[in-house]
């Protein structure tokens, strides 16, 4: 029951049901699902792994840090109407994830529900770009020239960095699952292609950029790194010249080499200087979460909120609430590297282990992406949280289930070092 209304949580939530069918919005159906299945882990009594890692300890200092901090804020008023309700919504997928994904199966369903949903989200403004000429974005360059930009789909919210976010997110999946079977080969090599198109109509530097750390990634965990390597030098190589001129000027920005981007990428990095620099004001415990961009309309130089990770923290929780950001992270890095060398001495079949690779250079590409976006209060940095405590929990089933499986001559030192790996 918990995991179906899971599930159905994430269609409507990453598929906007509610803007999509007006009733659903009506009724708040987001909500009344989110009550539901916060009121059924509560009645469950879960206890499990999570409640008991490092990532979860972090976690409840970061919400209780944001709290505690309300009256010494800048906004405290704007912390409780938005900043607060914000933090909850991307909160829950760590929560609901650790409370009903528990075991191989539930975790696959998860993952298939997810893609499928991102997916939707790509393949439908690209639909719509190819058939009727939609972009849906726009970006201004030198000499008053602008450059059309593909963003999601009208019943999505997200902008073309956002989309190529999306599309970041989908690639170190489709890649790793495409081993588990020839349906899974056949959804890789249909989409993959597909995705990287509606990557380059984007126009985002951000996103080539977090293309670039998936290949890494992938190219880092492949036992074929030299053909996988060549094979991306000659894309680039035969497919940068089939761009238009626009396009190869903006990507060339990146490195200084786009004379008509250039100004706005120079103002990215500007920018995010200007936001260090507003953070400052109050270094202890910030303007309040959730007030980024009314910090940047008050003292800085945009009105928009902190295009840097980093210092968006900074700016609403200081930099003590940056420490504790930072050392979230750290927890999901570390317990992702120390479970997957326990799934790869003992687990036996090939969905999980594959998974955590996908999981893992997913996290690597949120990193990069998140030097040139705001990210507090989404959804991933949680979801990752949430998919390393449920790791977690079946390299512990697993262990333990290969110490059952060693013959009775296995001295009870080598079991016991295999329960400490899950440990």
């Known amino acids: 029951m918990g995991i179906k209304l899971y599930l159905l949580f994430v269609v ?5 049901l509610g803007s999509r069918l007006p009733l659903l919005g009506l009724i708040r159906f987001d909500l009344i699902l989110v009550a539901t299945l916060f009121l059924l882990a509560f009645a469950r009594k879960v206890e499990n792994t999570g409640q008991r890692s490092q990532t979860d300890t972090l976690l409840r200092v970061l919400v209780i840090y944001s709290v505690l901090t309300i009256p010494f804020v800048e906004w ?4 409780i109407r938005v900043g607060i309700s914000a933090l909850v919504k991307a909160i829950v997928f760590y929560y609901f994830t650790v409370a009903f994904v528990k075991t191989e199966k539930e975790l696959k369903q998860f993952i298939v529900v997810f893609l499928a949903c991102q997916l939707l989200r790509i ?51 489709l890649y790793f699952m495409r081993e588990l079977s020839w349906k899974t080969w056949l959804v890789f090599v249909c989409l993959t292609p597909a995705c990287i198109y509606a990557l380059v109509l984007t126009g985002s530097r951000t996103g080539i950029l977090g293309l670039i750390i998936v290949f890494l990634g992938i190219l ?35 490195i200084g080499m786009g004379p008509k981007n250039e100004g706005s990428a120079q103002g990215r990095i500007a920018g995010v200087t200007d936001n ?43 930099f003590a609430g940056l420490v504790i950001f930072l050392l979230l992270l750290k ?3 570390s317990a992702f590297s120390k479970y997957r060398q326990a799934f790869l001495r003992n687990y ?12 893992q250079v997913w996290l690597w590409m949120n990193v990069i992406f998140s030097f040139a976006s705001y ?7 949680y979801l990752l949280g949430g998919f390393s405590v449920v790791v977690q929990r079946l390299s512990g089933a697993e262990v333990a289930s290969a110490n059952e499986r060693l013959p009775n001559r296995v001295s009870q030192s080598h079991k016991r070092n295999l329960t400490r790996v899950a440990n």
């Open 12 to 16: 409507s939530w990453f598929l906007h």
């Open 76 to 79: 405290p008023g704007s912390v």
């Open 123 to 173: 393949l439908e403004p690209l639909y719509l770009h190819v058939t009727v000429g939609y972009w849906g974005s726009v970006a201004s360059m030198a000499n008053w020239e602008s450059m059309d930009r593909l963003s999601g789909a009208p019943s999505d919210v997200v902008n073309p960095n956002g989309l190529a976010f999306i599309i970041c997110t989908v690639l170190p999946f």
């Open 220 to 254: 880092v965990k492949s036992k074929r790194r030299l053909i996988i390597g060549v094979s991306g030098i000659l894309v680039v190589v035969m497919g940068f010249p089939l761009l238009d001129a626009n396009t190869q000027d903006r990507y060339l920005s990146i």
């Open 276 to 318: 260090f620099m507003v953070a400052l004001r109050r270094p202890v415990f910030g303007h309040g979460i959730g007030t980024s961009r009314e910090a940047n309309a008050n003292y800085g130089l945009v009105d928009q909120p902190a295009h840097n990770l980093y210092a968006e923290v900074a700016q609403e929780l200081g």
């Open 331 to 333: 927890s999901v890095f």
């Open 348 to 359: 036996a079949g090939p969905f999980v282990p594959l998974v955590v690779d996908a999981m």
């Open 375 to 381: 990210g507090l209060t989404s959804y991933e940095w």
